[in-house]
């Protein structure tokens, strides 16, 4: 089975700093990448996605996320926070054909007016 | 509108008593699925189901039992032999074939006490 690795789970910013999280995946076929939002009290959304094409991708709120398929990776960037992007942010992956999602663990990220 | 909701939105139990989490979508999608979110630990796939009266186990479907006898519902059963029941469940779906994201219930906070 695929799985899915965040680090830093704990990260701590002020305003106007620049935020990347990092997303790594151990799957060697081809796969669709997620970056999912949790706001406090909110349900999971979806910031952004990618499937095939352009590996730079945009989201909503003014974050992208660049895969890097010899890498293994799907980073999620932010040039400059604000205090709403206080949220946990999770990277999930599924086999392209299998819907089933992997998650990582997450990263609650706090960002200090 | 379409979507997933999930009821209740707080659940408390007494040990030892099963319990039952609902799922209903009208999104009619094909795909269906239960994952643990514990603090730390991200999202934990429990079940899931991609066609009616079929579903798989997740990564911790111990103590845990599903049914799918309708497209829009994927009722969860929380049983007296999941030793760490208390946690917020999330139901989720999506479409069985194609490159398609993943939709979230506000999730559902069971206690046991």
């Known amino acids: 089975a695929q799985s899915v690795s965040q680090h830093n789970h704990h990260v701590i910013l002020s305003e106007a700093a620049s935020l990347e999280l990092g997303c790594n995946y151990s799957?060697?076929?081809?796969?669709?990448l997620f970056w999912y939002v949790q706001y406090p009290g909110q349900h999971l959304q979806l910031l952004l996605k990618?499937?095939?094409?352009?590996?730079l991708v945009k989201g909503i709120k003014g974050f992208e996320a660049e895969f890097i398929k010899s890498k293994f990776s799907f980073n999620l960037r932010k040039p400059s926070v604000q205090w709403s992007d206080t949220a946990e942010y999770f990277c999930?992956?599924?086999?392209?054909?299998?819907?089933?999602?992997?998650f990582g663990k997450g990263n609650q990220v706090v960002v200090i007016p | 509108d379409g979507g997933i909701t999930q009821s209740p939105k707080y659940l408390f139990r007494k040990e030892g008593q099963n319990v039952t989490l609902s799922c209903e979508q009208n999104?009619?999608?094909?795909?269906m699925y239960w994952y643990r979110q514990d603090p730390g630990q991200g999202l934990r796939l429990i079940y899931y189901?991609?066609?009616?009266?079929?579903?798989q186990k997740g990564d911790i479907a111990e103590g845990y039992s599903v049914s799918r006898e309708k497209k829009e519902s994927f009722p969860l059963t929380v049983t007296s032999a999941q030793k760490n029941p208390t946690a917020f469940y999330l139901c989720?779906?999506?479409?069985?074939?194609?490159?398609?994201?993943?939709?979230f219930g506000q999730g559902t906070r069971l206690t046991v006490v």
């Open positions: 189901s991609q066609i009616v009266n079929d579903f």
């Open positions: 990618y499937f095939s094409g352009d590996p």
């Open positions: 799957y060697g076929g081809t796969v669709n």
């Open positions: 999930a992956v599924t086999p392209y054909g299998n819907n089933r999602l992997a």
């Open positions: 989720a779906c999506n479409s069985a074939i194609g490159n398609t994201e993943a939709f």
């Open positions: 999104l009619n999608h094909d795909a």
